[in-house]
């Protein structure tokens, strides 16, 4: 296991762009749940030839996000791959919105993200009657309105990601530890953002 890193924040925008590509940010996803995987295994779920997803892996791993996992692929027969972060990667809208170019950058990604999130949770809603009273009544969706300053918010955001962070680090080790009985990848999407009525 790697050491525990900060999430890295991109700044550069040829970075970001990376993913203004759909299938880079869905090959991303599917290989940060996974831990490492091969690029014939995520074709596999994503529909797509295996020489596509190597080729997109490999755009990935110019611009840093993804390694190769080198304690996998001692035999050589296959390339595993593996998020090159197990913190992942995150981003702030006002280091690219100077210009028309970073701008559009920032909303294809952010689009692509709330699709993608969006995507994930329909798919489980679809599903939701073969997961059982257990997880169902653990799951939840919820949402309130708040009056707060920009400085708040931001505050909010940062008790929020500490919380998470705990519960991931909980689980991460538990599952180490070998106490995976039970145990299920859970996605948790919050958001925080203005808006008037």
């Known amino acids: ?25 869905q090959l991303y996803r599917l290989l940060f749940t996974a831990g490492s995987a091969t690029a014939s295994q995520l074709a596999e779920q994503v529909n797509e030839a295996p020489s596509l997803v190597s080729y997109h892996l490999r755009k ?55 699709e993608t999130r969006m995507a994930q949770y329909l798919a489980y809603l679809d599903q939701m009657a073969a997961w059982g009273k257990e997880w169902t009544d653990a799951a939840f969706t919820s949402e309130w309105s708040l009056d707060l300053t920009a400085a708040e918010l931001d505050r909010m955001s940062d008790e929020l990601e500490t919380v998470i962070r705990r519960w991931r680090k909980h689980g991460k080790a538990a599952v180490a530890s070998g106490d995976t009985e039970g145990r299920e990848h859970v996605a948790t999407q919050l958001y925080g953002f203005p808006f008037r009525p």
């Open 1 to 25: 296991m790697r050491p525990q890193q900060p999430p890295e924040r991109i700044t550069d925008l040829s970075r970001l762009k990376a993913f203004t590509h759909p299938l880079r940010l």
């Open 60 to 114: 990935l791993a110019e611009h840093g996000f993804v390694t190769e996992a080198s304690e996998r692929n001692a035999d050589g027969r296959e390339r595993w791959w593996e998020p090159a972060s197990d913190e992942g990667w995150g981003y702030r809208t006002s280091d690219f919105t100077d210009t028309p170019e970073g701008a559009a950058a920032v909303g294809a990604v952010t689009r692509s993200l709330a």
